[in-house]
């Protein structure tokens, strides 16, 4: 069962070399479960007992699940779509001597530059075309070894193994043919679309890690994929979303963009995205606007991101007494200055989800001498404010193009989400609840 979860993981990322792409594989999944899609620009009819997706920027998710009788309270897991790469600029081809052409790009999110030297990188996203009544999206994946950003020889820079600072413009752009590619590129991407190269009006391109995903260790208790963060939290809460649930709540699964930039986009956590979905749902079920605050001051969210681990060459690093190892089981993170959502309060409620459920969990404080970063819990709490925990699987090399987490932590993840969907927290007064 381990095994083939993990080989899941796997096919879901490797299929999901775009923000767009994880978002197209999570409707497929979706709709394979009987889900409908919805649309923000059209009115919706959503019943007892249904079960429905809405999209945005074709990059965001959020799909729900009504129950068959009046709810109490909405059940939110939070994750996001995008990842730190490098973003193609329009008009890319870049020649040098006449010999090489390179492609020009710019940097999406804060990434660790020296592990996308040296390994086969490829392009992915979307492309906007005309059509006889004006532009539609095709999603873009060119699927081959097709770029490397070579590394400056230790010959040539003695200093190499000193530190490096990487110049983004100078350093970091991908090489991509001889002189004969000059000019094909365009041409590239209108196949890899299916459309004529004349008919492409606009792009959203990033780079992609093709390395392969690997299981590995003495025992096999690694794993080792590109994106894991946070591709496998976003795989998690569909996995969980999909096959549990309780009548009391409204099931609801959401997925965000732009979590690696700040979350301030119309497909953002920071957008009106949540409340727009959660305010609709309760108006389409004849509900009232009290009746939305009421169910909304019960509500709970899982904000699902993956988590540092104890670093084996930098232990120094962690906090010396909250320490968070590979195949321990869920983070909860915490942050005095709630870079982290979470509280004793909503720590109390999802830890006695998981002891319930034998579930194990873990809990990081960063060191107080550095700063953390913040995730998407406290970001949509400024729209829709619930009781929050943030969440991860325990990696290691966070940011990196290709990443490292535990084999079992996923089965843990997958296992405290669908504990999550399947109670419902009911409040009876402000800092009293009931777990049923």
């Known amino acids: 069962m381990v095994v083939e979860t993990v080989q899941e993981l796997f096919d879901f990322i490797e299929q999901s070399p775009s923000c767009f792409h994880v978002i197209d594989n999570a409707k497929k999944m979706l709709e394979k479960e009987g889900f409908e899609e919805l649309c923000e620009n059209k009115k919706w009819e959503i019943k007892e007992g249904g079960k429905y997706f809405v999209t945005r920027n074709l990059s965001s998710i959020i799909a729900f699940k009504v129950p068959s009788k009046e709810f109490k309270s909405f059940h939110i897991v939070a994750s996001h779509s995008d990842s730190p790469t490098f973003k193609i600029k329009d008009n890319p081809e870049q020649s040098v001597k006449g010999k090489y052409v390179q492609l020009n790009t710019e940097r999406y999110g804060g990434m660790i530059y020296s592990t996308w030297f040296d390994r086969p990188l490829s ?147 920071d957008s009106t995205f949540l409340y727009d979905i959660l305010h609709r749902i309760n108006m389409n079920l004849g509900r009232s606007e009290e009746d939305y605050y009421t169910a909304v001051a019960s509500s709970f969210m899982l904000s699902a991101d993956n988590a540092h681990a104890l670093h084996p060459n930098h232990p120094a690093i962690s906090d010396p007494t909250n320490q968070v190892f590979l195949n321990e089981g869920i983070v909860i993170k915490h942050n005095a200055n709630q870079k982290y959502t979470t509280d004793a309060v909503s720590a109390a409620l999802f830890q006695s989800m998981c002891k319930e459920h034998q579930v194990p969990y873990q809990n990081f404080v960063n060191r107080s001498d550095i700063a953390g970063g913040s995730t998407l819990g406290n970001i949509s709490n400024s729209h829709v404010s619930l009781n929050s925990v943030d969440i991860g699987v325990p990696q290691l090399a966070m940011h990196s193009s290709y990443e490292t987490a535990g084999v079992v932590d996923l089965g843990y993840m997958i296992c405290g989400m669908e504990a999550f969907y399947n109670c419902a927290v009911v409040a009876e007064r402000d800092g009293s609840y009931e777990i049923h």
């Open 123 to 269: 392009v992915a996203g979307r492309a906007l075309v005309k059509t006889e009544k004006g532009v539609e999206t095709k999603l873009v994946n060119i699927d081959r070894d097709l770029l490397v950003i070579p590394n400056l020889a230790i010959h040539m820079d003695r200093n190499a193994n000193d530190g490096m600072k990487y110049n983004p413009q100078v350093n970091l752009l991908p090489l991509f043919g001889d002189a004969a590619a000059k000019d094909s590129f365009d041409q590239l991407v209108a196949q890899a679309c299916g459309v004529a190269e004349e008919d492409i009006i606009s792009s959203d391109l990033y780079l992609y890690n093709r390395v392969k995903p690997v299981v590995w260790g003495a025992h096999n208790e690694y794993l080792s994929c590109a994106k894991l963060d946070d591709l496998e939290c976003a795989f998690s809460s569909l996995k969980a979303f999909v096959k549990s649930g309780n009548e009391e709540t409204v099931s609801v699964c959401a997925v965000f963009d732009n979590e690696e930039v700040g979350s301030g986009t119309k497909q953002g956590a």
